[in-house]
């Protein structure tokens, strides 16, 4: 079985820093894009941010600037340092990882069950 598992999410002021933390574990050969999405209530889930297993990232309009993607590949750990965060940044965030299982495996998409983070104004 592979679990992806979120933590830091919370309640924080319009203005200030969150860093969200993901970890991969159990059955894993290799991880090739990790990422997260969010979703609002009433919304769709977006994508927030994604980082291949080379290290290059991709960030929806509305966080460029803003959020930072990050991750540890001995770790199988990906990181969202969330800066000047806005009431509209309030979602349940989601952490995304496409992995094979095995060397033969197909590549497929796993997901955590997602932290909230609720932004004040």
């Known amino acids: 079985q592979v679990q992806l598992l979120e933590s830091g999410g919370g309640l924080v002021q319009a203005g200030g820093s969150l860093r969200l933390s993901c970890a991969a574990s159990g059955r894993i050969f290799s991880i090739n894009a990790m990422g997260w999405y969010r979703q609002a209530p009433g919304n769709q889930r977006e994508l927030v941010a994604r980082?291949?297993?080379?290290?290059?990232?991709n960030y929806t309009d509305s966080v460029k600037g803003r959020f930072t993607i990050a991750r540890d590949n001995a770790k199988n750990m990906v990181y969202l340092q969330m800066n000047t965060l806005k009431p509209e940044d309030t979602a349940v965030y989601y952490c995304n990882a496409d992995l094979r299982k095995g060397r033969y495996y197909p590549l497929s998409t796993y997901w955590g069950q997602g932290t909230q983070v609720t932004v004040s104004s």
């Open positions: 980082i291949t297993s080379g290290g290059t990232t």
